[in-house]
């Protein structure tokens, strides 16, 4: 591989790091700071004359900017400051990468092995979009840069300095551990605040509301042997791998939304005029916020390798801070982060609203596309089955084997075990933060959040 490359997804986050770091201080200004920032980097890693268009697109992707192959910087500082949201693609083909490439070393064509097809071009691949689930391994597996996640925090620093703004930080329950072995998460909410953020609040607290919507219409939709669910929590490449590709069973899924959506549509009602910043491992959050009947929901995604490298940029030492520790979700909420965590969440508050129920919840819990289009291929046969709850995360491991990670599968599951066993909350009916948060949404009893009211509409797709 040509020296320059090597390592390139830790190098993208070291120009990410330098973008921040100048942005942050003010040193970023106009054309002229983007072309010496460009300079630098060229001349650190050992690019040429040519690579430059490479090095700018990559710029532009870190400030949350769409490539523009050849073309000089010209209002990029405008556009950032003045658009203040995140457009499609959230994947940016970058030109010049591939001509680096050589067959054996190109990775894109199993990229996408079991979902989109992505073929290996001159100027670069090309992405099926009515097929691509947006996961993001097509741009993990990229070792020569030429396909990147928009970043989307540049664009979000003025709304943080500016104290008139109030920002939430929501994080996924896959978080805990990924920052340091022994950093807590009231660590982390010590650290979000410095850097302007109001608080950070865990998504495992609107799993937790989503977990009983879930266990209600479980029992409103399988009232027989032969009927099944599909769940719709969590994971935005099972809910599009079914809407996209199995619309027969689409029918088979409730309308709740995704916790990370709830959690922005809540904040929002509670607190006019807040942005909502979700923090998580998935690039395809990106995507999910950004779809057309969702947008709005969510202002800005991170992911914890962004967030990482946020916190190097502006010389923040988790492991020094005071830990603010907050109880705010339940067991179960916070093991949505791994395989088996919905399926375990939703059956226990199933139980709990029909414990004579003579139709048991059975589960299926299912991990990776591969894995999530054999079990949707099966259901497909109308075969008789032994199951009725269908749990499909589109990462190995679930959200904890996300793409934008900072610790392996198996040590996230495990602290993520760890975690919701801390809780002082068994079940999502034992938060009192549920109830209370429901009430302010206008319900007054818990089998108010199936119903067609204003309240529970919040928690469905438009």
Partial sequence: MNDKFHNFQDKRMKIFSEVVKKYWN??????????????????????????????????????????????????????????????????????????????????????????????????????VNNKCLSCGQCVTKCDYGALADKIEFVPLIDFLQDKKTIVYATVAPAIVGQFGENVTIGQLRTALKLIGFQDLIEVALFADILTIKEAFEFNHLVKSEKDFFLTSCCCPVWFNLVKKNYPSLFTHMPPSISPMIASGRILKKLYQDAKVVFIGPCIAKKAEAKETDLQGDIDFVLTFREL???????????????????????????????????????????????????????????????????????????????????????????????????????????????????????????????????????????????????????????
Wanted: aromatic content about 6%; charged content about 35%; some cysteine.
């Fill in 308 to 462: 990482k490298e946020i916190f190097s940029a502006l010389n923040i030492n988790l492991s020094d801070l005071p830990s603010e520790d907050k109880d705010q979700a339940s067991f179960g909420g916070r093991v949505y982060a791994r395989t088996g965590g919905v399926s375990f969440s939703v059956k226990t508050a199933v139980n709990r609203l029909e414990p004579a129920r003579l139709i048991k919840l059975k589960a299926k819990r299912v991990d990776g596309v591969k894995a999530c289009k054999q079990i949707l291929d099966e259901l497909s046969t109308e075969k008789d089955i032994d199951y009725n709850f269908i749990e499909g995360m589109g990462c190995n491991g679930g959200c904890v084997g996300g793409p934008r990670t900072n610790i392996d599968v198996e040590k996230a599951t495990h602290k993520v075990n760890e975690f919701g066993e801390d809780s002082l909350i068994m079940t999502p009916f034992d938060n009192v933060n549920v109830m209370k948060i429901l009430k302010q949404l206008g319900m007054d009893k818990i089998e108010e959040i199936t119903e067609n009211g204003e309240g529970s509409k919040i928690l469905e797709r438009k």
């Fill in 26 to 127: 003010k040193e970023i200004k106009d054309i002229h700071d983007l072309n010496n920032l460009a300079k630098e980097i060229k001349k650190r890693y050992n690019f040429k004359d040519e690579d430059m268009p490479f090095i700018q697109d990559h710029i532009r992707v870190a400030m949350g900017l769409d490539a523009k192959g050849n073309a000089n910087f010209e209002d990029e500082v405008y556009q950032m400051k003045n658009f203040k949201k995140i457009g499609q693609p959230i994947i940016a083909k970058i030109d010049g990468a591939c001509e680096y490439c050589n067959d054996e070393e190109c990775k894109c064509s199993d990229a996408c092995k079991y979902e989109a097809s992505i073929y290996k071009r001159t100027r670069g691949p090309i992405i």
